[in-house]
């Protein structure tokens, strides 16, 4: 239904989609109002508008408000029409960023508007109404997600930086819509509007006003909000390099330890986790909990004890200096940190098969979000892994796709995925799972059509019919960085503790009297936690408890050690700064 529409008849409200558009209580409307102010509204009042920071949260206490995109433009539509004790706002009113979408009044009212500041500790302070505005907000943003609203990315299937932006906007969680050059009928009518040369591209469109020109992860975080500057000169406490779960757990609990917490990420909040559409054997959730979920929860309570969370920030070098640590970005800021957590976590492995490339991006993925599942339309999809990560993606897949074809190299699918998931798995009718099967070649030129795999029982080789594939097959640290910086193991994760201990330069140790504790590098006062730690559990629930422990230990260094780092000179080992 359009906005149009709404205007020339009756004003219906929208009814709840799945907690989206939930109902305040009237104890909860007294609470707010306590930070609040009421006020009344006329007609045809914007209450925020797309592309611009909010400044209130707003209660509707009578009349009506209308959620539109693109007001005024070619494609206006409703999003949703609110009526009395119904609440307005997005997830970036939590989380700082823009708006993507307006609200318009349109049966004049009075509304409840609470300042976003006294709102966030608000939600952090009253667990009840925290999880009721938090839940709202994250059934929103997918359902932003789903309606391909946002901001518009214009580029080629086959352009590196095409599918760097995309993965940037999907890992993010950002509301947004690709369109493909080379086979979306918009897209010829969008270069010719806005006077764009083909060789531009790719270039980001936002409000039928903002161009960006192939721009870099930075310059479209800032679009949006997002907080992308680059570190302040200065020191921290504690710098935590990447925000997955270790990292995250590290933010709340170094911020809420009165530490100053800088964390920090290359592409997104939430890491390898944000990317699972279920996770069911996480601890305090019996009906499971999906990865953005988790990880918004996450980022806004380091937000609540004041972590500093920066994205995209890439981290290039670490440096002992004086009793403490210089940590470069590839922006060529630096900063200081009295100790530092790595928690960069790994980069999924690329399926090497004949002709992938091509595909990557297109047909080909290593993440299954509500962006993949939504190019699917009811096709045949192949998952390529036998570990959770293939299992949750297989189960979320068969939401969407007609058949889901789990591949999985070895004879037994117990050997690396969970009892649960084995079993939801196995009894699902739509998901077909080929044990002892390889993909060794794809089928098609713009877009997967098929694929070639192997029995390696038998060497049978035959054509399965996918139009999409998903590979979980393992990952690699992130640590190519620390090459020489620090011990790593012959697979690059990072070593601690009693392996940290037997590879640790004697001479940079033995002024403080102690090696190594538990999840320290060979570097003092330099800890590693989750995914990219030599020997960690790979799961959510361990990485998260690392990334507490580090902090914990952060503060035992401390106590103990006083400077963090000593130089040897000359004269032999002596304390500096």
Request: charged residues 25%.
């Amino acid at each position: 239904m359009s906005g149009a529409e709404h205007r020339h008849g009756a004003v219906h409200e929208t009814p709840d989609q799945g907690g989206a558009f939930p109902r305040l209580t009237p104890q909860q409307l007294r609470e707010l109002a306590t930070q609040g102010e009421h006020r009344k509204t006329h007609g045809g009042e914007v209450l925020y508008r797309e592309g611009e920071p909010f400044r209130e949260f707003v209660a509707i206490l009578s009349g009506t408000v209308e959620i539109l995109q693109d007001p005024g433009g070619p494609e206006e539509r409703t999003v949703a029409v609110h009526g009395p004790g119904r609440f307005l706002g997005e997830l970036g009113l939590l989380e700082g960023e823009v708006a993507f979408d307006t609200a318009v009044v349109r049966e004049a009212g009075e509304i409840l508007a609470v300042p976003a500041e006294p709102l966030r500790l608000l939600v952090g302070r009253d667990p009840v109404l925290g999880d009721l505005i938090l839940r709202a907000y994250l059934g929103r943003r997918y359902l932003l997600i789903g309606l391909g609203a946002g901001f518009r990315i214009l580029g080629s299937c086959y352009s590196p930086d095409t599918l760097r932006l995309r993965e940037f906007a999907a890992r993010n969680r950002l509301p947004h819509r690709w369109v493909d050059l080379e086979k979306d009928k918009e897209a010829e009518s969008l270069l010719r509007r806005f006077s764009i040369r083909p060789e531009e591209t790719p270039v980001v469109l936002w409000k039928g006003e903002r161009i960006l020109r192939n721009p870099s992860n930075a310059e479209l975080a800032r679009l949006i909000g997002l907080p992308a500057p680059s570190p302040e000169p200065g020191r921290c406490d504690v710098m935590v390099v990447g925000a997955g779960p270790a990292g995250l757990a590290a933010a709340v609990y170094g911020a809420s330890d009165g530490l100053r917490t800088v964390t920090v990420d290359a592409v997104a909040t939430g890491g390898q986790a944000a990317t699972s559409s279920r996770i069911e054997n996480y601890l305090g959730f019996p009906s499971g909990v999906s990865g953005g979920e988790l990880v918004e929860r996450a980022v806004l309570q380091a937000r609540k004890f004041g972590a500093r969370l920066m994205v995209p920030a890439e981290v290039d070098g670490l440096t002992p200096q004086d009793d403490e640590y210089e940590i470069s970005f590839t922006d060529g800021s630096r900063t200081r940190a009295g100790a530092v957590v790595l928690a960069s976590g790994v980069w999924y492995r690329r399926l090497e098969v004949p002709g992938i490339d091509r595909l990557e991006g297109v047909s080909v993925y290593y993440a299954a979000t509500v962006h993949e599942a939504g190019l699917c339309r009811a096709d045949p999809v192949a998952v390529v892994g036998g570990g959770n990560s293939a299992g949750q993606a297989a189960l979320f897949l068969a939401n969407h796709a007609s058949r889901v074809h789990l591949l999985v190299r070895g004879g037994d699918l117990n050997a690396d995925m969970s009892r649960y998931l084995v079993d939801q798995v196995t009894r699902h009718p739509k998901i077909e799972v080929l044990l002892r099967t390889e993909v060794r070649g794809v089928t098609g030129e713009e877009k997967l059509e098929s694929l070639t795999v192997r029995d390696n029982a038998g060497g049978e080789r035959r054509e399965l019919p996918a139009k999409a594939l998903f590979v979980f097959i393992g990952a690699r640290p992130r640590t190519d960085w620390l090459r020489g910086v620090l011990a790593l193991d012959e697979k690059g994760f990072v070593l601690t503790g009693a392996d940290a201990r037997a590879a640790a330069d004697a001479a940079r140790w033995d002024p403080l009297g102690r090696g190594p504790l538990l999840l320290e590098t060979t570097l003092p006062g330099v800890f590693a936690a989750g995914d990219v730690r030599s020997g960690s559990v790979k799961r959510v629930a361990s990485a998260a408890g690392e990334g507490a422990m580090a902090i914990r230990l952060v503060h035992e260094h401390r106590e103990k050690a006083g400077a963090l780092v000593r130089t040897v000179g000359p004269e032999g080992p002596r304390p500096t700064g």
